[in-house]
């Protein structure tokens, strides 16, 4: 968390609240999986009633052929959910101009904590 309502507790399910993130993205859910790049980013708490973030994400790539490429996702993260979808809005590198959506899927939630396992899950169209 890096701010939030300064009168209120910054806390995932507190409206206003902003986390920051560089977090590592791997092949699989398994710790030791190799690691294929990283999700820089911002969670907005963008619902009055706690229960939405926003998020802007650029997933970087750091393995082999993907090496510096990116996909850029933003929407609406009803991480009370399951499962829900996010946009593709673009790309750099091999991924230029990527558009379509994200699945996310929540395999790990600890909400006391802020802490989460997101399994996505990526479809998107090259122009």
């Known amino acids: 968390m890096v701010a939030g309502n300064t009168k209120r507790r910054w806390y995932i399910l507190e409206f206003g609240t902003i986390f920051a993130t560089d977090d590592p993205l791997m092949e699989s859910i398994d710790r030791n999986s190799t690691q294929v790049g990283r999700a820089h980013g911002i969670y907005v708490n963008s619902a009055l009633?706690?229960?939405?973030?926003h998020l802007l994400m650029s997933l970087v790539f750091t393995n082999k052929e993907y090496n510096g490429s990116t996909l850029e996702i933003q929407g609406a993260d009803r991480f009370i959910h399951k499962y829900r979808e996010v946009s593709v809005v673009s790309?750099?590198?091999?991924?230029r101009f990527a558009r379509r959506y994200a699945t996310l899927e929540t395999v790990y939630l600890h909400i006391p904590g802020s802490n989460a396992i997101i399994r996505w899950n990526v479809t998107f169209l090259h122009y």
């Open 49 to 53: 009633g706690g229960s939405d973030l």
């Open 91 to 95: 790309g750099t590198g091999k991924f």
